[in-house]
Nanobody, 121 residues
Framework: QVQLVESGGGLVQPGGSLRLSCAASGNIISSHTMAWYRQAPGKQRELIAS???????NYADSVKGRSTISRDNGKNTVYLQMDSLKPEDTAVYYC???????????????WGQGTQVTVSS
């Protein structure tokens, strides 16, 4: 059974920084794309950053230039460094990963449980 566990959320003042982590565990053979989504109250979940196994990245315009996604393939972990945080960054942040586990015949999409990020003074 594969699980994704996020950490690093919390309360931060405007202009501050946070680093989110998401570790995948279980009988993992390989992983493809890993990503971060977020969902603010009353809004749809949106993709904000993704990274391929080879390290190619993409960012939503809303976080481009302020955030950096990275991964450690050996640890099956993805990170999101967020700087210059704004109140509109307040949301629940979800980790996503495409993982091939030993009990599976193909890559399956998994989600983390979410971590709250609140940007407020």
């Amino acid at each position: 059974q594969v699980q994704l566990v996020e950490s690093g959320g919390g309360l931060v003042q405007p202009g501050g920084s946070l680093r989110l982590s998401c570790a995948a565990s279980g009988n993992i053979i390989s992983s493809h794309t890993m990503a971060w989504y977020r969902q603010a109250p009353g809004k749809q979940r949106e993709l904000i950053a993704s990274i391929t196994r080879a390290g190619s990245t993409n960012y939503a315009d809303s976080v481009k230039g302020r955030s950096t996604i990275s991964r450690d393939n050996g640890k099956n972990t993805v990170y999101l460094q967020m700087d210059s945080l704004k109140p509109e960054d307040t949301a629940v942040y979800y980790c996503f990963a495409e993982i091939l586990a030993s009990a599976s015949a193909s890559f399956i999409r998994y989600w983390g449980q979410g971590t709250q990020v609140t940007v407020s003074s």
